[in-house]
Every structure is written in structure tokens, then in C-alpha cells.
């Protein structure tokens, strides 16, 4: 099994829907992270969790929110999907607690197709 | 603020010859550096990191990267590419915040 898991892997909307990207890791890390991939762009930091407690917004935070249910879990929400969010999202976390970050283990993507 | 630029868009090499994927970085302080390698359909997977210590730090798949301060450079390099090194590969580099900021990706393509 993967020790991160994002769900769905694809999933078409359309403008003004809510969507939720779902997150669940295996490896026990306290940090957890949302980033959007465009072409051109690389990875952009949307929000990211350092602890249960501790949410924090990244470089592109407007027009998303985020939950962190567990330790293990984090989800991305848009509240009202546009067709700029049309992008690659990855979930990564890095770990163990306490430690300072020394590399990102990421998901396999969720492609999101806004129409 | 720091920031990562990766000045190709996409590498051509022949399998067999070496190759070398470039990446520049801007940090305060000293720099902790990265690449990554993505596959088609799949994440992000970790090759390397510079924290300190030799300027040439060995990766996985046979991947090595220099650092060199006075030119705030950390290239990639592979003594001999395969057909299957052909993905994309990001340099990144850990900010004051502790997170990782990316560069914007560089296509490689191994030509057999």
C-alpha cells in the first residue's frame, strides 16, 4: 500500500462546485502539505499543517480551505470551483515529529478538471 | 525570499552520454537543496539533497548533483543517461519557514 494516498485520482466538476481532495498517510509524520502543479509553474504550496493544530497558508491559499482531521488526515476543499483551478494536486508530508523537514514524500495526484 | 529557477525548459541527450539538468537558487542563509524526479501519472519521488558537508552529493538511479556556493548552483548530473531517466526533475530548495520551495521543472528526454 501506499504510505500516502490522495482520493480520487481524477475528478471532473463544473464551475461552482465544492470539491473535496482527500489525504491519508501511513508514515506517522506530523507535517502534511497541499501543492497545485501547473505546467510551467512547478509545485506551489496551497497550505500546509505542521501539527493537528497548526494550519498555515501557503503561496496561493485564496479560494481554498483546508482540514486536518487526524494527524494522518488532510483534505483540500474549494468552495466554489473555477476553471483556473484546472490543475495536478499532490499531498506530501515529511517527518518524523519533532524533526527538522529533510525531504517530502508525496501521493500520486489527483488530476482536477474544472469546466 | 527564496526562489529556484531552472533556466531549461527540456534536455535532450543520447543514451549513454552524460547529462546535466541546471538549477540556480536565491536563499538568506545557508541553502538546503533538492531534486526530485517525476514520472509520468505518478508523484514526486525524492534523488537527493545537499544539507552540508561535500560539495557533490550521491542520489539514487546512479544521479549526483554539485553544489557550488559562489555560483548558487546545484546541477544534476548522470555519468551515462538511460531511455528511462527521460521525466521531469525539480529542483527545490528548504526556505527559513521550513518548506520546500520548487523550481519549475525541467523536461528530460533520453533519446535511444
Known amino acids: 500500500d501506499a504510505d500516502v494516498t490522495q482520493t480520487p485520482r481524477n475528478r471532473i466538476t463544473k464551475t461552482g462546485k465544492r470539491i473535496m481532495l482527500e489525504c491519508s498517510q501511513t508514515k506517522g509524520h506530523d507535517r502534511m502539505y497541499w501543492y497545485r502543479q501547473d505546467p510551467g509553474l512547478g509545485l506551489r504550496l496551497i497550505y500546509y499543517?505542521?501539527?493537528?493544530?497548526?494550519?498555515n497558508k501557503g503561496e496561493i491559499s485564496d479560494g481554498y480551505s483546508v482540514s486536518r482531521q487526524a494527524q494522518a488526515k488532510f483534505s483540500l476543499s474549494l468552495e466554489s470551483a473555477i476553471p483556473n483551478q484546472t490543475a495536478l494536486y499532490f499531498c506530501?508530508?515529511?517527518?518524523?515529529?519533532?524533526?527538522?523537514?529533510?525531504?517530502?514524500?508525496f501521493g500520486s495526484g489527483t488530476q482536477l478538471s474544472v469546466l | 525570499a527564496q526562489s529556484v529557477a531552472q533556466p531549461e525548459d527540456q534536455v535532450n541527450v543520447a543514451e549513454g552520454n552524460p547529462l546535466t539538468v541546471k538549477c540556480t537558487y536565491s536563499?538568506?542563509?545557508?541553502?538546503?537543496l533538492f531534486w526530485y524526479v517525476q514520472y509520468p501519472n505518478r508523484g514526486l519521488q525524492f534523488l537527493l539533497k545537499y544539507i552540508t558537508g561535500d560539495n557533490l552529493v550521491k542520489g539514487s538511479y546512479g544521479f549526483e548533483a554539485e553544489f557550488n556556493k559562489s555560483q548558487t548552483s546545484f546541477h544534476l548530473k548522470k555519468p551515462s543517461a538511460l531511455v528511462s531517466d527521460s521525466a521531469l526533475y525539480f529542483c527545490a530548495v528548504r526556505d527559513y519557514g521550513q518548506n520546500f520551495v520548487f523550481g519549475p521543472g525541467t523536461r528530460l528526454s533520453v533519446l535511444p
Open positions: 506530501a508530508t515529511s517527518g518524523p515529529p519533532g524533526a527538522v523537514p529533510e525531504k517530502l514524500f
Open positions: 499543517s505542521f501539527d493537528v493544530k497548526d494550519i
Open positions: 536563499v538568506s542563509g545557508n541553502p538546503y
